[in-house]
């Protein structure tokens, strides 16, 4: 099968999915109001509550959610062969992963731009709150110790990438003092960047930076002195405004990617590249996982993914300028996404082949068992699409720096949002239990201070995630990963269905978020009992002693949260029944929800 054709196909799905269903949703499911006065209006400080520009929101909620989980899901999933992989991602990015992005933002904007742990508890329940909190803390937990890993891998393979990464950080930091305070458009000098960016890719090859030389002298890994100036660069990364580094960085990144899809689509086009791994692989290798449930968990970013919800609710509803902007944030970003993921595919079926074959191998002998499956996805991307660039003229060498830096980029904006998240999760969590102590005791005391202090409520979501990524071998890139994908899907279900709660008591249709939300429960749940079972049964002490116990937490607090969801619908359902919902159609949207007591107009 010609990729061209697998990607031409999938590009024009999405484009049909964007014209016709983003629209039926904007209109008949989330109302959204053009009249609407958004947070970013309301509670406008200049750090967090921001209104900006539809096309800068887009690049920031794009690229933050683009991470590596679009490449790296992907990339391991072609195992099974590469129809399941892409009939997932096509069909999961359109139904699913757009209603959840596209929702989340609007439901947030509705509740003055509250983080989705927040909204659990507005929309369904108190204990919903905590339960989905909770749940946060550890998908944000995993999520910066696999990103962390994949980038510290990247640079001790790739140390040519490592300074056209480092130049892009005082780059975004100018692009943001001159668009903030200047009040210019980021479009220029954002690309100015980018060039700037990409001329210091030579020199990166002339210059590679390692950290051989500190990491001898402590006599320590090379990858653990990259963790340690990772996590160091995230603290301090997530505590500056948005304006400052974020946005830029995201607007910087974002003509990177259309830059990075351009190449991989032109050299897809020019190479006539041609598909060689199997469309379903019938010969699986002795002791290979079920394609069902791990295939929907394996792909989460670049299908649905839960940690979408936590951008769109804790950084990017806190951006918007209108509330009609959320169809083009969330929804186009869901398509973004879906389109590296479809890229990824074809990188690691066809491109990946095109490189390979200089050193005598196919796609067969890369992909030869599960755990070679998941053993560097993101290197075999990055081989992938150094192949596809070498069909129009790229270098192979460069092709390998050009990748490289796509995926750390990306992979370090994701990390930068989600320790940003994660201490906001943390100060959340904190104010219940404060709430909950008795006054003037060492639990108020503790985390009342928690609740305030930035600082060390950034320090704990900065070490606890550096102590999972220290853990020797292929454990956070590997075995992590599957808890990671497991969880995150959870949390997309979840999220749904705080969506499904508003949808119904706002008196609208809410069957477009229930079938998602059913197929995420349903599979997540029974992923989360086939890996507790083989966590448990393993001889990896780390396997039994830590995923297996921290799993079965996961599931617990998911039946639980579960459980508040549906008794939450059901309220709703009746609701509606006797009439006491408010009125469908455009007005509803600004209706006070009497029984969340907190769905104030803002």
Not at 31 to 48: E, F, M
Request: neutral net charge; hydrophobic residues 55%; aromatic residues 10%.
């Amino acid at each position: 099968m010609p990729a061209v054709v697998v990607l031409l196909g999938a590009l024009a799905l999405f484009a049909l999915g964007y014209r016709f269903y983003s629209s039926y949703l904007a209109k008949k499911v989330y109302a959204l109001d053009p009249a609407y006065t958004t947070p970013a209006h309301t509670y406008k400080d200049g750090v967090d509550f921001v209104p900006t520009n539809k096309h800068i929101v887009f690049a920031h909620h794009f690229i933050s959610v683009a991470g590596a989980a679009p490449i790296v899901g992907p990339a391991i999933a072609v195992f099974w062969g590469w129809g399941p992989a892409l009939v997932w991602v096509v069909l999961g990015t359109i139904f699913a992963s757009g209603a959840h992005d596209f929702g989340a933002i609007a439901v947030s904007v509705r509740h003055k731009a509250k983080g989705i742990g927040a909204l659990a508890g507005d929309v369904i329940s108190g204990r919903a709150r905590i339960l989905f909190l909770l749940i946060i803390f550890f998908l944000v937990t995993m999520v910066n110790a696999v990103f962390a890993v994949i980038i510290t891998g990247l640079f001790v393979a790739n140390p040519e990438a490592v300074l056209p990464v480092l130049v892009t950080i005082p780059l975004a930091i100018g692009v943001g003092q001159v668009v903030y305070r200047r009040r210019t458009a980021a479009l220029l000098p954002s690309v100015i960047s980018l060039i700037a960016v990409y001329a210091c890719i030579p020199l990166g090859q002339m210059f590679p930076v390692t950290v051989d030389p500190i990491a001898n002298a402590l006599g320590v890994e090379a990858s653990f002195v990259w963790l340690v100036f990772i996590f160091t660069y995230t603290f301090f990364a997530s505590r500056l405004p948005v304006w400052m580094l974020l946005q830029p960085r995201d607007y910087i990144n974002q003509q990177q990617m259309v830059l990075a899809l351009v190449v991989i689509i032109a050299g897809i086009t020019v190479g006539m590249n041609t598909i060689e791994a199997p469309l379903l692989r019938g010969d699986l290798p002795e002791g290979s996982p079920s394609i069902f449930p791990l295939l929907f968990i394996t792909i989460a970013c670049g299908a649905v993914s839960g940690f979408h919800s936590l951008v769109a609710s804790g950084t990017t509803s806190k951006q918007l300028d209108k509330e009609t902007d959320a169809r083009y944030v969330g929804y186009l970003s869901s398509l973004g996404e879906g389109t590296l993921a479809v890229c990824s595919i074809l990188a690691c079926t066809a491109g990946i082949v095109v490189f390979s074959a200089n050193q005598g191998m196919d796609w067969s002998e890369i992909y030869v068992d599960w755990a070679a499956a998941g053993t560097n996805p993101a290197g075999r991307f990055v081989q992938g699409v150094a192949g596809f660039a070498a069909n129009v003229g790229i270098p192979e060498s460069m092709g390998l720096v050009f990748a490289s830096l796509v995926v750390i980029s990306f992979a370090a904006t994701s990390l930068d949002t989600a320790v940003r998240l994660q201490r906001y999760t943390i100060q959340e969590i904190s104010v219940i239990i404060r709430d909950r102590a008795t006054e003037g005791g060492a639990l108020e005391k503790t985390f009342s201070f928690l609740a305030r202090n930035i600082t060390v409520a950034t320090l704990i979501a900065v070490l606890v995630p550096f102590a999972l990524a220290l853990i020797p071998g292929n454990f956070a890139a590997g075995t992590l990963w599957q808890l990671f994908g497991t969880t995150n899907q959870l949390t997309a279900g979840l999220a749904l269905a705080v969506i499904a709660v508003w949808v119904t008591k706002q008196g609208r249709n809410p069957l477009a978020v229930l079938v998602p939300l059913v197929f995420l429960v349903v599979m997540t749940s029974w992923a989360l009992i086939v890996q507790l079972l083989g966590f448990l049964g393993s001889e990896d002490s780390l396997q039994r002693y830590l995923l297996g116990p921290l799993d079965a937490i996961i599931f617990g607090l998911a039946v639980w949260m579960t459980v508040e969801a549906v008794l939450a619908l059901r309220k709703a359902f009746a609701a509606r029944r006797d009439g006491t919902a408010p009125a469908s159609g455009a007005d509803a949207g600004a209706a006070a929800e009497e029984t969340a007591g907190t769905d104030d107009k803002s």
